[in-house]
């Protein structure tokens, strides 16, 4: 005769991961099963903190267990989180990072900066270790973004130590120079600022690393993409031809560099500049469509000011926008290195 636990854990089986299409069991994502006085109590690892399916989860667990499984009258799940691990950072870069990001545009004014920077601090908020580099090594924006000025990081134990705003680490050129001040430097010098945010700079452990990169096709995403192993990249457009074309050559770029697109942001929608256009990209490219932002003065302004829209102004069109996005990019990097050989779970939450 089977026992109670093992017919709750039968049942459970018919509820599906929707991204993963497999069931929950199966994907060991049920963890300390106790069954007292009818009461099912059981903790979901999620593949990501931002993850936006629990009451999916919720939904689904209660009309597995209640009415069908005998004695069973409460169902409490208890929520953690292990994200996947790309293990090909392991081999090859002494830090702890679990996956590397890269956001693109094919040209300059698309609002990169701003879609990195939100996707940040929405990923944090939602419970991540997040690590920000600004690798727009001569047109550093990311301080402004994020309401510093410029200062020399300290430096701990030959490690430079990143700064710490909205729960995102951050380093960055702007950081290391008076914003009058030109960068003017060649592409080897270039590389080796770029490998120097990697290598030189006390990170501690982190889920996700987003690298913000200059736009176009030139040396710094050729010299991230050929030092570091990327999980993969995000491209930003805006919903305009020139743009779209633009975006296509950068995602043309990553395909030729073995480098996943992870999908594609239409940014400043509206109509101004229109809507569509990246969304058409996307799909024409058979590249996942990652949501659209609309061009909203609450977005300039929050970049102007510091103060990230997506947790700033959370009922704001353009916040919930973002914070979308930050769930959508979340799932992808789970779903990309689940469905890969290269991964270990970890857990990040104790």
């Known amino acids: 005769m089977t026992s109670v636990?093992?017919?709750?854990?039968?049942?459970?089986?018919?509820?599906?991961?929707?991204?993963?299409?497999?069931?929950?069991?199966?994907?060991?994502?049920?963890?300390?099963?106790?069954?007292?006085?009818?009461?099912?109590?059981?903790?979901i690892v999620l593949t990501t903190p931002a993850c936006p399916l629990k009451d999916v989860f919720v939904e689904r667990c209660n009309a597995a267990l209640l009415g069908v499984v005998e004695g069973i009258s409460e169902v409490r799940i208890k929520w953690d989180a292990q994200v996947p691990t790309d293990r090909r950072i392991h081999g090859r870069l002494d830090v702890p990072m679990n996956s590397i990001v890269a956001v693109a545009s094919g040209k300059g004014g698309v609002?990169?900066?701003?879609?990195?920077?939100?996707?940040?601090?929405?990923?944090?908020?939602?419970?991540?270790?997040?690590?920000?580099?600004?690798?727009?090594?001569?047109?550093?924006?990311?301080?402004?973004?994020?309401?510093l000025g410029s200062g020399r990081p300290k430096v701990s134990n030959n490690k430079m130590q990143p700064l710490e705003v909205y729960g995102v680490k951050l380093i960055s050129t702007g950081f290391l120079t008076t914003p009058e001040k030109p960068m003017i430097m060649r592409g080897p010098m270039l590389h080796s600022a770029i490998r120097q945010f990697?290598?030189?700079?006390?990170?501690?452990?982190?889920?996700?690393?987003?690298?913000?990169?200059?736009?176009?096709?030139?040396?710094?995403?050729?010299?991230?993409?050929?030092?570091f192993p990327l999980t993969g990249s995000i491209i930003v457009t805006q919903p305009q031809a020139v743009a779209v074309a633009d975006a296509v050559r950068a995602a043309a770029m990553f395909e030729q560099l073995n480098v996943p697109v992870l999908g594609v942001v239409e940014n400043m929608s509206g109509e101004f500049f229109g809507s569509g256009g990246g969304e058409a990209f996307a799909n024409q490219r058979e590249i996942p469509f990652l949501g659209r932002v609309p061009l909203a003065s609450d977005v300039r302004e929050s970049g102007d000011l510091g103060r990230p829209v997506a947790i700033h102004d959370l009922d704001?069109?353009?916040?919930?926008?973002?914070?979308?996005?930050?769930?959508?990019?979340?799932?992808?990097?789970?779903?990309?290195?689940?469905q890969g050989a290269d991964v270990v779970p970890i857990n990040i939450i104790d």
Do not use: C
């Not at 993963?20 to 099963?33: E, S």
């Not at 704001?316 to 689940?338: D, K, Y």
């Open 5 to 43: 636990e093992d017919r709750v854990m039968g049942a459970l089986r018919t509820v599906i991961e929707p991204e993963l299409n497999q069931d929950i069991v199966t994907l060991d994502m049920v963890r300390n099963l106790r069954v007292e006085h009818g009461v099912a109590e059981f903790t």
């Open 111 to 147: 609002g990169k900066s701003t879609v990195a920077t939100n996707l940040a601090v929405s990923l944090a908020e939602a419970g991540a270790s997040v690590g920000l580099i600004d690798a727009d090594i001569l047109n550093p924006n990311i301080p402004q973004m994020f309401g």
């Open 198 to 227: 990697f290598t030189d700079v006390d990170w501690g452990r982190l889920d996700y690393m987003i690298v913000d990169l200059p736009p176009g096709t030139g040396d710094a995403p050729l010299s991230l993409a050929q030092s």
């Open 316 to 338: 704001s069109e353009s916040g919930s926008a973002f914070r979308q996005l930050s769930q959508q990019v979340a799932a992808r990097i789970s779903l990309a290195m689940l």
